[in-house]
């Protein structure tokens, strides 16, 4: 799936919400309506390495676009689909956003998330479709604020349409406001974001650097490049280097989860390029299954999850030992 969120876009969604008012908005504080909360983890994420978490950061994760078919005609899906639900609890969750997992405690929100559609019909009804979407994720990180925070350290994680809503959540909460000196760091793959996105919150170019974002979009090497053109100029991280190194040899990859649940560890050598991450095959048991895969989109996770992992746990200590030295003040 390859999101053309730019500028342009964003522009488009800011718009008014007053189309929402006539939905009824989800109680947050009921909790069928989290996905995830602390001490309530799905047990097949349980199996995939999850550490303990600092106490005093949180992850608030977003997951990408699952409502795909063709033959699917609702603009969003809702909270209940069990179909849905399934997918998230048994597969995002434990794929993605376990990667953040050993850093803080998770919350992930269930939201009536728009359909890949809406990407490209803004102008007959993906625009409302989308808003309607980010205003449940807002709804939800309001929700998470008031009730749960307390003041801890915030890391931002998604993928996708998740780093879309994400992406506003930062502009909305964080951009030259209080809530800034909280974050930890904000992952965005998924994506396509201008270096100018945020007035105050920077593009993260060292692996230890904090209260910024980092994004990343993944494609197979020597793809047909106009597959990518929409990529080009935007911002792009090496998710194995952590900074904007162009070759990250295989020895230095930490490892990918695959859907079996085991890690494998030096699988490829990742490529940094103009506005996009290209990576050689992978070296695992199943490595013939990607020679058919156009694109790596969907794994621009779990391809690094061990990468995520570490990093989110350096940038999540550099993070504590600035405030205990009180570089950053406590949030309220």
Known sequence: MFFRITLLLITLLQVTFSVLSQHEAVDYSNPSNWAVVPGNYPEK?????VRDPFDSIDVFYVYPTLIVSEKDTRWN???????QQGKILNSVVPF????????????VPYYRQAHLRSYYNL???????????????KAAFEYYLEHFNNGRGIILAGHSQGSTHLSFILKDFFDGKPLQKQLVAAYLPGNGFEHDLYKTIPFMVHPDEIGGFVSWNTFKKKLDPTNYAWCKG???INPVTWDTTMVAPRELHKGFLFSNGKM?????????????????TPHFPYRYMSFTMKQYH???????????????ILR??????KRKEGFLDEGK
């Open 316 to 321: 999540t200590e550099v993070f504590l030992k």
């Open 123 to 137: 102008d007959s009804g993906g625009r409302e479709a989308l808003l309607f979407a980010y205003s449940d994720v």
């Open 264 to 280: 494998y560890e030096q699988s490829f050598t990742t490529n940094r390029g103009n506005g996009v991450i290209w990576i050689t």
């Open 45 to 49: 994420m349980k199996e995939f390495f």
């Open 298 to 312: 969907i794994g621009d996770v779990n391809l690094f999850w061990e990468d995520i992992r570490l990093n989110s």
């Open 96 to 107: 993605q956003a376990s990667a953040w997992a050993s850093s803080g405690r998770l919350y």
């Open 234 to 236: 935007k911002v792009v």
């Open 77 to 83: 899906v809702p909270i209940e689909d069990k179909e």
